[in-house]
């Protein structure tokens, strides 16, 4: 059904084609807004059925060329998601809340790694690369349910300490696991090879740093609003380019540059003010996801994204178990912490693109069609999931269970914490 816009001009073309996109979106959202599902979830299957592989409204060769979406839209998450790590978080997190994290994140990726090469007989490359992107948790159904029940207490001040570090976690082992890869790919795993990769990282976070920096001096409380938000987002575009250039994903560097700026301004406001410019962008990034998603390879490989599915579950909850147990924290924290890290949606589906550019074409087409069909998953049950786990732990009184059903909200629009 795109062949009427090969009549027309490119740029004709790729308006139109955004166009759709975006009105898709919109109207998706008034039906997932009604039962109660994340927005995310109306996006990609928005995508999925105006795509090439069902309706084929949009054409392949502007899906082809919207990767930088990709980088643009998870630049903004991460930005977001820096916001939580201000001094005082960071004091009061301690060794506890870092082991939990640690174990939830690595075990998962552990058991799908060793799951899909072992049982599944998947390339280990690219069981590798699905264990590194399994210990990624999208914070905002989670955060999404714990605003709108207005739960509190213990429980929750660990869960927003975890799903905030667990991303930190997910980009440092998707480094080491994707520098591996391409030094393997490149004829054997050197020394260069895995640590290049990891130095551009560290080079990226500190050029975050610098950005943040620059920014809380450039954005004084006289600066007028659209001036805050031009340099703001200019300066994430920026950095996000750099990256792109040295082929280095924006999320540690734009996540250290949102860590910098709010502990140097304590300023949420531009936080708020970035939230309420990016819904287009989020549109766009979760619905060409979708028109990516190629279904009959969805139906040849079923079962192992059933697997991956289950297995990164029983990963998450296992981990989290074993850490509060070690660390000592509350029965209550211990037996339903991991319920609440269900979500993946965001990290993982930018992750899984840039995980597909170091693959063989048909194992990187594969390792996307699992991650997005099984975040379409996730973002499905994440929120009951979350809310259950709130609800036993006591953080969500009786009579404020009963509300309706969550408002959505996107990774990287958080509720004030």
């Known amino acids: 059904m795109s062949d009427w816009m090969g009549k ?3 740029e004709a073309a790729v308006l139109l084609s955004l166009a759709v996109i975006l009105l898709i979106g919109f109207a998706s959202t008034r039906l997932t807004k009604r039962v109660g ?5 109306g996006y990609i299957v928005s995508g999925i059925l105006i795509g090439p592989h069902l309706l084929g409204l949009i054409p392949q060769s502007v899906v082809s060329n919207m990767g930088f979406v990709s980088d643009i839209a998870l630049s903004f998450i991460a930005f977001g998601v820096g916001r939580f790590f201000r001094r005082e978080t960071i004091r009061s997190t301690g060794r506890a809340v870092l082991i939990v994290t640690v174990l939830e994140a690595l075990l998962a990726g552990a058991l799908v790694t060793a799951a899909m090469a072992l049982v599944f007989r998947l390339d280990w490359n690219l069981s590798l690369l699905l264990g590194a992107i399994a210990t990624a948790t999208a914070p905002a159904s989670t955060l999404m349910t714990i605003n709108q029940y207005k739960a509190k207490g213990a429980f929750v001040d660990v869960l927003l300490q975890v799903v905030a570090l667990d991303d930190v976690v997910c980009l440092l082992v998707f480094s080491i696991a994707s520098a591996w890869v391409s030094a393997g790919a490149g004829g054997g795993a050197t020394f260069a090879g895995v640590a290049l990769p990891l130095l551009y990282n560290l080079g990226a976070m500190g050029l975050g740093a610098l950005f943040g920096l620059l920014l809380s001096k450039m954005l004084p409380p006289s600066r007028s609003r659209d001036n805050r938000l031009i340099l703001a987002i200019a300066m994430l575009l920026g950095l996000s380019g750099i990256c792109a250039a040295f082929d280095v994903s924006p999320l540690l560097a734009c996540m250290v540059f949102g ?6 301004t304590s300023d949420k406001k531009l936080f708020k003010q970035l939230n309420r410019f990016t819904p287009p962008v989020m549109i766009l990034f979760f619905v060409v996801s979708g028109m990516k998603l190629n279904l009959p390879m969805l139906s040849a490989f079923g079962l192992v994204g059933v697997g991956y599915f289950l297995i990164r579950i029983l990963g998450k909850y296992a981990g989290a178990y074993i850490g509060c147990l070690f660390t000592g924290l ?3 924290t211990r037996r339903y912490l991991g319920a609440a890290l269900v979500p993946q ?9 840039l995980a597909e550019r170091i693959l063989p074409p048909d194992i990187g087409s594969l390792l996307v069609t699992i991650i997005l069909a099984s975040s379409v998953l996730y973002e499905l049950i994440g ?12 953080a969500i009184r009786k009579e404020d269970a ?16």
Request: proline share 15%.
């Open 8 to 10: 027309i001009g490119v």
């Open 37 to 41: 599902l994340p927005y995310v979830s």
């Open 259 to 264: 860590a910098v700026y709010i502990n140097h």
């Open 330 to 332: 509350p029965v209550k």
């Open 345 to 353: 949606a965001g990290v993982a589906i930018g992750l899984a693109y």
């Open 383 to 394: 929120p009951a999931c979350a809310k259950m786990a709130l609800i036993r732990s006591g």
């Open 402 to 417: 009963a509300a309706p059903a969550p408002e959505p909200i996107e990774d990287g629009d958080p509720p004030d914490a």
